[in-house]
């Protein structure tokens, strides 16, 4: 009982302790809190502010929240930087004064006069709801970096010295405080949009929405790339006003823009379709990296990055097309496709999970990461250029009569079968190989190196798994080399039995069991040649399980793996180096006398 009393005596000491620490340390807050806001020159929320004036010698601007937005009213009437004003409104809400000369020390006026404060070199004035605030700011101090400062609508207020750097901030002109962002619109309910080019070689570009994809109208109709256009109208709404030139709407020969080099526009859907067009004029004299430019709805004519809208407005064609030289399909609803080269055919069927294939030489089950991993591979397929978009003659293109092509078939959404859609493969040269698909007019020409990955055979594609068992289904392996005969029986007991005895070696053994089980072959080589010594093989493997499995191994090939074949198939394989080498070794273990104590 006592070391309980003594236990619940120390939990309420501890307790109590914790609760002395956190009072002090509250109280410790609420006393800095409260000297902070003692320190405060206003009280009143900037959220609640609807107006705001700020003077100076040199410049003024005012400005009104409407509709939870702010605008500049004066000297220009223009809209405004929401987070630059609500910047400057929340330096005044904790405006502080470092120190405080009450209004009896303040004296006559001489004293206002030799502080700046008679004629101060700024004035903010800002009401919230019905209460109006203002300060004047006059000279700086004879020590430290403080201003004296005063509140504009009470002639007996103290006087407040506040932090210059502040005060700095709060100093803004018009320019300041202005909205730079040229492009407001949200790219979600973009429908149309486009650049018109003048010049020597004038060209109008428009691209339209169509569900989740995107089409060229102008200059000629074909795919745009959705994910280029997306990144345009993104770049777009990037775009920053560098310097405010001029509010005269009307004088814009000066800046090139009452015959503008370019333009760039983007209309939003809605009831009433809203248009952004900016006009883009000649390049600032003495500063080529910046450009005059002017929004078709307002009268500002400001400066931008040349180099930025040139790639806008001079490179949007080249972008968006899309260069994909297929429309785009899913690769889960291809159901079927055929690629005819050379005069031969092969053709490639999903059913089910798998992947098979009928052609010459070979008909059966394929590895289906193969088919698809080609089917990706064309899908994303791009032309080096686009050759003709109206070609006249297809002769000069190999195309009348293709060396090849790839036929699609897949399913739409509803389960029916869409209408194929054929890649043509015409004629190649150093650039490239011309190609066409069966829907478009447009001729282009790809890197002909993507040729390789057609296959040429029927068999290229088969899975590399030869064999496929579980090594409890395994009954007994036996290896025939010129250097010697192996068996590795598995017994119903567990144990494995090289050449009848259990020795050491019986871990090795039973390696190469599980090895033997899931081997793979390194390629195919095709029907079976002369050359691959089958007929008369170097080793022979056979596999003891509910199916008798027998391979039989070769001639030696260049790069170190042997021939082989599963004894009636037709195809022959390349075994690995290093699984043949693991079988030739247990030749000299299985032969070597047991250790006494084994058999």
């Not at 990055?305 to 690769?331: C, E, K, N, Y």
């Not at 069927?349 to 591979?377: C, P």
Request: a neutral charge; proline letters at 5%; glycine letters at 8%.
């Amino acid at each position: 009982m006592k070391p309980f009393r003594s236990g619940l005596v120390l939990l309420l000491v501890t307790l109590a302790l914790f609760g002395y620490i956190a009072l002090v340390d509250r109280g410790k807050q609420s006393t800095e809190e409260h000297l902070r806001t003692e320190k405060q020159i206003f009280r009143f929320k900037s959220q609640e502010v609807q107006w705001l004036r700020i003077v100076a010698p040199d410049h003024s601007v005012t400005l009104e929240r409407k509709e939870n937005h702010w605008w500049i009213t004066a000297p220009i009437r223009a809209e405004a930087d929401d987070s630059a004003v609500d910047r400057v409104l929340t330096e005044l809400e904790f405006l502080e004064s470092e120190r405080t000369i009450p209004a009896k020390e303040v004296g006559s006026g001489d004293a206002l006069k030799q502080w700046g404060l008679a004629a101060p070199s700024l004035t903010i004035e800002f009401r919230s709801g019905k209460e109006s605030y203002g300060i004047s700011v006059g000279r700086k101090t004879a020590v430290r970096d403080l201003l004296y400062a005063r509140a504009v609508q009470d002639p007996n207020a103290p006087v407040y010295l506040v932090n210059a750097a502040v005060v700095d901030r709060l100093n803004k002109t018009a320019d300041d405080l202005r909205n730079r962002v040229v492009f407001g619109f949200d790219s979600l309910f973009v429908e149309r949009c486009g650049v018109v080019q003048s010049g020597s070689a004038p060209l109008s570009v428009e691209v339209v929405r169509q569900g989740t994809k995107w089409q060229l109208l102008k200059p000629l109709t074909a795919r745009a790339d959705a994910t280029k256009v997306d990144e345009w109208l993104s770049a777009l709404t990037t775009l920053r006003v560098r310097k405010f030139v001029s509010d005269d709407g009307a004088a814009l020969n000066p800046y090139g823009l009452a015959s503008p080099s370019d333009q760039i526009w983007v209309e939003e859907k809605g009831e009433k379709p809203k248009e952004e067009r900016l006009l883009i004029g000649s390049p600032v004299p003495g500063d080529s990296n910046e450009v005059y430019a002017k929004k078709l709805s307002e009268n500002a004519v400001f400066t931008l990055p040349a180099a930025m809208v040139q790639q806008l407005a001079r490179g949007f064609f080249g972008s968006v097309r899309d260069r994909h030289v297929v429309p785009s399909f899913s690769v889960a609803e291809v159901r079927r496709f055929e690629i005819d080269q050379n005069g031969r055919s092969l053709a490639f069927a999903k059913r089910g999970s798998d992947w098979t294939v009928e052609g010459e030489g070979y008909k059966g089950v394929i590895d289906g990461e193969r088919a698809e991993a080609f089917l990706r591979s064309l899908r994303s397929l791009e032309t080096k250029s686009f050759v003709q978009d109206v070609p006249s003659d297809f002769r000069s293109f190999g195309l009348d009569h293709p060396e090849g092509k790839v036929i699609l078939q897949s399913v739409e959404a509803g389960g029916a079968s869409a209408a194929p859609v054929q890649l043509l493969l015409g004629r190649s040269d150093k650039d490239g190989t011309y190609v066409k698909n069966s829907v478009e007019p447009f001729v282009y020409r790809i890197a002909s190196q993507w040729l390789q990955e057609l296959p040429k055979d029927a068999w290229q594609w088969k899975s590399l798994e030869v064999v496929q068992l579980q090594p409890k289904e395994v009954q007994e392996v036996r290896l025939s080399l010129s250097s010697g005969s192996v068996s590795i029986r598995n017994t119903p007991d567990g144990r494995v039995l090289l050449n009848g005895t259990e020795g050491g070696a019986a871990p090795q053994a039973k390696a190469v069991i599980q090895q033997l089980c899931q081997l793979r072959a390194v390629r195919w080589l095709g029907p079976l040649r002369p050359e691959f010594g089958l007929s008369k093989p170097e080793a022979t493997l056979t596999i003891q399980a509910a199916r008798l499995t027998v391979v039989r191994i070769g001639a030696l090939l260049p790069d170190g793996g042997r021939a082989a074949q599963v004894e009636g198939e037709a195809l022959a394989f390349e075994l690995g180096a290093t699984e043949f080498k693991g079988l030739g070794e247990l030749v000299p273990v299985a032969t070597k006398p047991a250790a006494p104590g084994h058999g």
